[in-house]
């Protein structure tokens, strides 16, 4: 038993010494790995990974081994490379929105017209039979192309009503998108009844064309001649002695700047003085001869006829009617009378006229001129904003 004992002890003080006799000094030592080694190392293991990263692999790393006296194990780390991370499933994916077609643009036409207004002359004026009157449209041109002095209003169809063939437009230009008024000088037929004349204008290169989308309508002017209402004569107690519409063609007439001529132009917006016959008033009437005397188309504008010398006479009276041809609107002007002697200008009388269907009757007694030679001038002045102002004087004359 005793010796069992002896024996085991033996055996494990043997053990002993020989697990002693390692650490004893001159012992045999592992070679120590310089640090070009391991960075050598290092690199190689590191482009390994990243190849096995490419290909899917998963990467294996273990702990270096830097000598014998390292203490820790080597474990095995295993990397596994992960896959790009997804969207989150609530993200709704992208889709294909579909693009609106472009709308492709339409060409405006180089030459179309738009109607704006009447200037003159309603459609179902009441113009005396045989009367002379000017009707005037204002359009837009709403085409591409310019109009300039090539251009012209033509008679297209219906009742010409003594009317030109054409007539020139403009002497200067209308740019797209401006406005001008023209006009056309007109005979009221003889007979009466409804009578309708359609216009269109013609391009510098002789093609017609008018107003609607497809620049392909007319433009129209329509009136009612009517039989004339004969203008009140003087009685035979009285001796006509000056008939100012008679010598209106020697009269020198102005507007604020520029000299007018006597007679229709085929535009009036400078101002127009000319005799007309038949002209319905704004009373309802039509009377036979008138004096017409349209201010020029401004603010304020004006229209002055100095007319050729008279000497008074004793009982010479200066007699008329005033005011406006009828659809007048809201016309207003200053009618006046004037006389010039030498150097000296005097105002006989102001009467302010507005289109209220009623004319006002002048008689001026010129007793206190008897014997002294003067020169007459008939004035109109607008008040306000320009209009159509058709002011007319009803067979203005001297009488005794």
């Known amino acids: 038993m005793l010796t069992k004992r002896l024996r085991l002890l033996i055996f494990i003080i043997g053990i002993l010494l020989l697990l002693t006799a390692c650490n004893f000094p001159g012992a045999a030592e592992e070679p120590t790995v310089g640090q070009e080694v391991i960075y050598t190392s290092a690199a190689h293991t590191l482009i390994a990974q990243q190849t096995q990263a490419a290909a899917g692999t998963p990467i294996v790393m273990s702990s270096p081994t830097v000598g014998a006296n390292t203490a820790l194990p080597t474990v095995p780390m295993v990397i596994v490379p992960t896959a790009t991370p997804l969207a989150p499933t609530n993200t709704p994916l992208p889709t294909n929105t579909p693009v609106p077609p472009t709308a492709t643009p339409i060409p405006i036409p180089c030459d179309r017209a738009q109607f704006v207004s009447d200037i003159t002359i309603p459609d179902n004026t009441q113009i005396g039979a045989g009367t002379t009157f000017v009707k005037t449209w204002r359009l837009k041109n709403n085409g591409s192309c310019t109009w300039t002095s090539g251009y012209a209003l033509v008679f297209y169809n219906g009742d010409a009503m003594s009317g030109p063939a054409s007539a020139t437009i403009t002497n200067g230009t209308v740019p797209p998108g401006s406005t001008i008024d023209i006009s056309v000088s007109l005979i009221a037929p003889t007979t009466t009844g409804t009578y309708k004349g359609n216009w269109r204008l013609r391009n510098a290169g002789g093609a017609l064309f008018g107003i609607g989308n497809n620049a392909d309508q007319s433009f129209w002017v329509q009136i009612k001649s009517v039989a004339p209402t004969p203008t009140p004569s003087p009685t035979s107690a009285y001796t006509l002695s000056y008939d100012f519409i008679g010598r209106g063609p020697d009269a020198a007439w102005r507007n604020g ?117 003067v020169q007459f001038e008939l004035v109109v002045i607008a008040v306000g904003s320009p209009n159509a102002y058709t002011s007319l004087w009803v067979s203005p004359r001297i009488e005794r």
């Not at 008138?290 to 020029?296: E, R, S, V």
């Not at 002055?304 to 006479?313: D, E, F, H, N, V």
């Not at 004037?338 to 010129?366: I, P, Q």
Request: proline share 4%; net charge negative; with cysteine.
């Open 257 to 373: 700047t520029d000299n007018l001529p006597w007679g229709d132009p085929q535009y009036d917006g400078p101002g127009v003085a000319v005799n007309v016959v038949n002209f319905k008033m704004e009373d309802g009437k039509t009377y036979s001869s008138l004096l017409a005397t349209y201010p020029q188309r401004i603010e304020n504008g004006m229209i002055l006829g100095k007319y050729p010398a008279y000497t008074i006479q004793a009982n010479d009276h200066l007699r008329t009617r005033i005011g406006f041809k009828s659809d007048c609107g809201t016309s207003e002007v200053k009618f006046q009378i004037r006389y010039l002697e030498g150097a000296s200008e005097v105002t006989v009388g102001e009467w302010t006229e507005r289109c209220d269907g009623n004319l006002t009757s002048l008689d001026v007694n010129l007793s206190a001129l008897v014997g002294r030679t």
